[in-house]
């Protein structure tokens, strides 16, 4: 079946510093991808469609100076968290659609950002 | 825009017993709707999608669930739960396919012996 991928799986940072999540699928090509954003107990919340080759599309109160987001190829999309402060501190998660026909949504394991 | 209401944020059962999953909708035409699982330091996994046609739906895991426009409602049930279905349980709704898709805000789902 299809897999997506995220490296890493968990991270820890310095407040100032940048992170880069990477969004690999591994068994097919996704033109386009999104990353979500997921607080403790609550829902994903849709921050960007990333599309490869295309700048991202950003969902109204995401900063997109903030969370860059990188579509380099078909099976590999990027989110770098800028100068990350405490508050980015969340579950991201990022999902591949599937070009083959059926453009189903395959997830990624999650990546757990903690800004010290 | 669309929305989706999962009015039970932590529901327990016990192993054997049924199980329905609440959801309600919102959306201006005909909705896509998923059901996704999350268990703990995994990601999603997809257990049914309702696009069209025969609105009971069956999905993995032994689960389905039912499309009711009248209701505006996408309920998930399962006739027996199993321990290794304790969970969180996500409704969602796509516009245009997976061009966006906006998630519930889950039911935690715990099974007791």
């Known amino acids: 079946g299809a897999v997506v991928s995220q490296h890493p799986s968990w991270v820890i940072c310095k407040s100032g510093t940048s992170v880069k999540i990477e969004c690999r699928s591994l068994?097919?090509?996704?033109?386009?991808m999104f990353w979500y954003r997921q607080f403790p107990k609550q829902s994903l919340m849709l921050m960007a469609t990333?599309?490869?080759?295309?700048?991202?599309?950003?969902e109204q109160g995401v900063e997109k100076d903030k969370f860059l987001i990188n579509h380099a190829s078909l099976t590999l999309s990027t989110l770098t968290v800028t100068s990350a402060h405490p508050e980015d501190s969340s579950f991201y998660i990022c999902?591949?659609?599937?070009?083959?026909?059926?453009?189903?949504?395959?997830f990624g394991p999650g990546t757990r950002l903690t800004v010290t | 825009a669309q929305s989706v209401t999962q009015p039970d944020i932590h529901i327990t059962v016990s192993e054997g017993a049924s199980l329905e999953l609440r959801c309600n909708y919102s959306?201006?035409?005909?909705?896509?709707l998923f059901w996704y699982v999350q268990s703990p330091g995994q990601g999603l996994q997809l257990l049914l999608k309702?696009?069209?046609?025969?609105?009971l739906v069956q999905g993995i895991k032994g689960f389905e669930a039912e499309f009711k426009r009248s209701q505006s409602s996408f309920n998930l049930r399962k006739p027996s739960v199993h321990w290794s279905d304790a969970a969180e349980y996500f409704c969602?709704?796509?516009?245009?396919?997976?061009?966006?898709?906006?998630f519930g805000t889950g039911t935690k789902l715990q099974v007791i012996p």
């Open positions: 990333s599309n490869e080759g295309s700048k991202a599309t950003y």
């Open positions: 309702y696009f069209s046609g025969d609105t």
């Open positions: 999902s591949a659609r599937d070009d083959r026909g059926n453009y189903e949504q395959y």
């Open positions: 959306y201006g035409a005909t909705p896509y």
């Open positions: 969602a709704v796509g516009a245009g396919g997976y061009q966006k898709v906006t």
């Open positions: 068994d097919f090509q996704a033109t386009t």
